[in-house]
């Protein structure tokens, strides 16, 4: 199975375009924190200068993209060391209502920066090794692109499709950009240590199969035992190689998974909590809802109720 496609489907990552620019220097702007998002920018035409909560300083030209991870700020500006003022003082300032492109200043616009701006949103309480391993920020460079055909061709195609201007546009980009986050992921791996580590745990034959079992299977009663038998590899010496590569050791990673998963099963399914219970590998209701409650600090039944 694609552990990667049930992962980000069971955190419910969902994309969504949320602006075009066309800025004319000089010109700044400080984009908030945004929680349980990742926030990606595409250049069109121009320059971008971004820099990061961490304070890294970026560079970035037509055909580049950055993608900031965890919803944290950054400044976005043709240059460094502007002012930068709030998205929303600039947003104001303008007039934007949110429906076509946003332009600031009036300068040339041949000279001006053009982006394509969007997010990937999880659901809120989404947890696993991915999102926590995701780093500052990812860039991918045009030159970046002639390596990777799949994403070059999904961003170009939804660039074409943002300034196209007709009917189901926004819905398109919306599937595409969910498709160019996990490009963007396989060709910025190299830039987080942490998720090297998780892609070779999904392409390592023993702890990858270990995984697969989880995820194919995550109510069945699993033990460390267990799972190091399937994958032929001792307790001990499984334990330890899982935990080196994913993060976290193979129980606490099933215990996880099954609260997502229920999540999950929560919002979208009309199960009952105690048959949830069930497909989340407890044995009987309390047990869930007590795992549940000492995770997310709430019922089963009360996060249904709001989720609503």
């Given at each position: ?24 220097g ?10 349980s ?19 890294a ?40 209502d949110?429906?076509?492109?946003l332009?600031?200043?009036?300068g ?22 991915i ?40 819905a ?8 160019v ?25 023993q ?13 069945k ?10 994958v ?18 193979p129980?606490t ?8 998963k ?24 309390a ?9 997310f ?12």
């Open positions: 199975m694609d552990i990667l496609d049930d992962i980000l489907d069971t955190l419910d990552l969902r994309g969504a375009l949320y602006f075009r620019t066309d800025f004319t000089p010109w700044a702007v400080r984009v908030p924190e945004f929680g998002a990742a926030r990606f920018h595409l250049v069109m035409q121009g320059q971008l200068h971004v820099t990061t909560a961490c304070g300083e970026l560079s970035l030209g037509p055909g580049d993209l950055v993608m900031i991870p965890k919803g944290w700020p950054h400044v976005l500006a043709d240059a460094p060391g502007r002012q930068a003022p709030e998205l929303e003082t600039v947003l104001e300032a303008v007039g934007y949110g429906q076509g492109v332009r600031v200043g009036d040339d616009p041949s000279a001006s920066t053009q982006m394509l701006c969007g997010h990937f949103n999880f659901r809120e309480r989404a947890d696993h090794p999102l926590r391993a995701l780093p500052d920020h990812i860039v991918i460079t045009a030159a970046m692109r002639l390596r990777e055909p799949l994403l070059d061709e999904m961003l170009r195609l939804a660039a074409r499709r943002a300034f196209a201007d007709r009917l189901g546009s926004e398109a980009i919306t599937r595409l950009s969910e498709i986050f996990i490009e963007v992921l396989r060709a910025g791996i190299g830039q987080s240590p942490e998720l090297m580590g998780l892609m070779e745990a999904f392409r390592d034959r702890i990858g199969r270990a995984l697969e079992l989880i995820h194919r299977d995550p109510d009663g699993w033990t460390a035992e267990s799972l190091a038998s399937e032929a590899m001792s307790r001990s010496r499984f334990a330890e190689r899982f935990s080196q590569l994913v993060g976290v050791g129980m990673y099933l215990s996880d998974w099954r609260l997502q229920a999540l999950a099963l929560l919002e979208r399914s009309q199960s009952t909590v105690q048959e949830i219970a069930g497909k989340a590998g407890y044995s009987s209701p047990a869930f809802t007590r795992a549940f409650a000492g995770k600090g709430l019922a089963p039944t009360e996060y249904r109720r709001r989720a609503a």
